[in-house]
């Protein structure tokens, strides 16, 4: 289905939103969407084909950023590691990517944590986790090969401990706290978190002659 930009499809995403927020994807009512949009039922589905459909527009923008931010996170990570710059792969964590992309996409991400069920994302914290694992341990073996020295971690503790940071960081929006709150949670979460990781990896540049 093309992503339409018009004000109508505008209104539809905003109708569809709300709609979503107040009642969740499965007790949502399309028709309903398209009255708050000012909109026939005819026309609402001239922008989408269903109502899952029109749950994946609301949410694939938030989906599609936190893809972007990973990947540019993953990215830096690695020239960082190439110039043997320790440090630099402490600069940037999963909290910024709350504090980037959560926060401007906090009413999207709380439907995808706790509207979606029903819909291919109701399993999106999950899935988020898994490929997050996968991209650590790629990383983790992408340092060690090119001289840094971390300490083994076995792959079930690795799961429960990136479970339970990916879901502290996502619990101030599920909470829908206001932005000072979430900003405030954060800052304890990385303090809580990230000198925990760096013992437990005990990462370090081994230093070559």
């Not at 026309?43 to 609301?58: G, I, N, P, T």
Request: glycine content about 6%.
């Amino acid at each position: 289905m093309p992503r339409d930009k018009t004000l109508s499809h505008k209104k539809i995403i905003q109708a569809a939103k709300e709609e979503f927020l107040e009642k969740g994807f499965e007790k949502a009512n399309i028709r309903d969407i398209g009255t708050k949009a000012g909109v026939t039922s005819a026309a609402l589905y001239r922008h989408c084909k269903d109502k899952e459909d029109l749950f994946c527009q609301v949410v694939e923008p938030a989906i599609s950023a936190i893809d972007e931010w990973l990947s540019n996170h993953i990215n830096n990570a690695y020239k960082n590691a190439d110039k043997g710059d320790s440090h630099g792969l402490q600069e940037q964590s999963e909290v910024d990517m709350i504090r980037e992309v959560g926060i401007p996409h906090r009413d999207e991400f709380r439907l995808l944590l706790t509207k979606s069920s029903g819909t291919k994302y109701e399993n999106f914290l999950n899935v988020l986790v898994n490929q997050h694992e996968v991209k650590l341990w790629e990383g983790l073996e992408y340092l060690q090969k090119h001289g840094y020295q971390i300490k083994p971690v076995e792959k079930e503790e690795m799961h429960i401990l990136i479970n339970a940071y990916m879901t502290a960081l996502f619990e101030p929006l599920i909470h829908d706290y206001d932005e000072a709150q979430i900003l405030h949670y954060l800052n304890t979460v990385e303090n809580f978190f990230m000198p925990g990781w760096l013992e437990i990896w005990g990462l370090k540049k081994i230093k070559t002659s």
